[in-house]
């Protein structure tokens, strides 16, 4: 049965061929060092920027249509009220978690732009199944971009005025986990702690195994962050306990891989200052990744009064 209410959100930045917002920030430096002259790069540039403030301007009115989640009254969790969760639940969920990746493991992957349609319709299902409302927006992902270099250590971001999402590197069992989160903003909700909710429980019951599966390793994978927070020798042993096999250990170690000097120098330093803007919008921080994110599934199960079945937050 087809929805009444429908939105479309053009995303038309989204399928330009390179970000336009890094042709505007690198236009007349790639000028200059090219052709020797930055007169070139700035009408590249202002092309660029003009393409973009007509994309951004076009999103934005369609936007004003959206019928928006109301987290308290749907999950009675939200970014400021979060009920903690104690370190033996999260021990419990650890390990309910690793018997269920186990016995449920897929070895299916599903290319990466056949994968954003799919979690892009499962997403828009699930968000209309809500709220009443489809809200349409592009599966375009992006390989390469500026923000791979600003933030070494994110796996992939949105780009949050024209939707613009890039994956910065394969994450195996995780990725559509990583492309749903970015889809989430692409939709129009900005906070990390509800792209993270909402990318698990899209994909939880969504039915499809390889979906499901890179939903509860995702899970497992930030309940460890809480329980052994940088420390990656605990963090392995965790695993190791917890019996994961051998393709599941190897898709979680990968996570954490070695650091160069320029990732640990300018990542610790971005890092910081990512978790400073976080809290100047209205975020808890960093944290809402994991600490926030399992704990508002935690406080969903808990809560006395909440408009969507419980069972949303299953594992």
């Given amino acids: 049965m087809p929805y009444q209410d429908e939105i479309r959100i053009p995303n038309d930045a989204t399928y330009s061929p390179v970000s336009l917002l890094d042709v505007v920030a690198a236009a007349p430096l790639a000028s200059r060092i090219l052709l020797g002259a930055t007169a070139p790069g700035r009408a590249i540039q202002l092309a660029a920027l003009g393409l973009y403030a007509g994309s951004v301007a076009r999103d934005w009115t369609a936007r004003q249509g959206m019928r928006r989640i109301d987290f308290r009254a749907e999950f009675g969790a939200d970014v400021d009220l979060l009920s903690e969760q104690p370190a033996h639940s999260r021990e419990t969920e650890v390990q309910r978690l690793a018997v269920l990746l186990n016995r449920e493991y897929t070895d299916e992957r599903v290319p990466r732009k056949r994968l954003a349609v799919r979690v892009n319709e499962v997403l828009t299902d699930f968000l209309a199944s809500i709220t009443g409302q489809r809200v349409e927006t592009s599966s375009e992902i992006r390989d390469v971009t500026l923000a791979a270099f ?142 926030g994110f399992t704990n508002f599934l935690y406080t969903f199960g808990l809560a006395e009064s909440v408009g969507q079945p419980r069972t949303l937050a299953a594992l």
């Fill in 150 to 291: 600003l933030f070494p250590f994110a796996v992939g971001s949105c780009e949050p005025l024209s939707g613009d999402v890039a994956i910065f590197r394969d994450t195996g069992i995780f990725e559509p986990h990583v492309v749903t989160h970015e889809f989430v903003h692409r939709k129009g909700y900005l906070k990390e702690l509800h792209a993270q909710v909402l990318a698990y429980m899209a994909l939880r019951n969504s039915g499809y195994p390889v979906l499901v599966q890179s939903a509860r390793a995702e899970r497992l994978h930030r309940q460890l962050r809480v329980l052994h927070p940088e420390d990656p020798d605990a963090f392995e042993a965790s695993l190791s306990d917890a019996g994961l096999r051998p393709e599941l250990m190897d898709a979680f170690l990968r996570l954490r891989p070695a650091a160069g000097l320029y990732g640990s120098v300018v990542g610790e330093a971005m890092k910081k200052l990512y978790d400073a803007r976080m809290k100047l919008t209205g975020q808890n921080g960093i944290s809402d990744y994991d600490r």
